[in-house]
């Protein structure tokens, strides 16, 4: 399974509360926290081909610790000089961390993707795919 995914960055903070003791560094729940953090990602596979004539898009909320957002997955129709068209979207509130699918109609033989955004304001984009 292919995933493209974007790292959020928060800064170089995470060491400020760690405690070094005899040559051991010892960090605080608050910095393990924070390294938790950092590692959060967001996720979109190509779409599939669903079954009737559908489409698949999977996106995902990996390693972030128990935050909680407003997570969006959408496919998108690729349009050349015009904006692309969402065929298929699905939206949870408070959602942590895992895969979320949505089924899309097809919009006719075209290229497609999976969009992923967080209501943090990440989002990343697939690759694209001919499907139909």
């Known amino acids: 399974m292919f995933m493209r995914r974007i790292s959020r960055v928060l800064g170089t903070c995470a060491v400020a509360g760690s405690l070094t003791v005899s040559g051991l560094a ?47 997955v959408r496919v998108q129709k690729k349009r050349t000089l015009q904006s692309d068209v969402t065929v298929g979207s699905r939206t949870h509130a408070l959602f942590g961390n895992g895969n979320m699918s949505v089924i899309a109609g097809c919009d006719g033989n075209a290229t497609y993707f999976t969009e992923t955004l967080s209501s943090t304001g990440n989002k990343v984009k697939s690759a694209e795919r001919r499907l139909c």
């Open 26 to 72: 010892v960090a605080s729940p608050a910095v393990a926290d924070q390294a938790g953090v950092l590692a959060c990602s967001l996720g979109a596979n190509p779409p599939t081909a669903g079954a009737n004539g559908t489409i698949v898009g999977v996106g995902s909320r990996l390693d972030c610790g128990s935050s909680r957002v407003t997570l969006t």
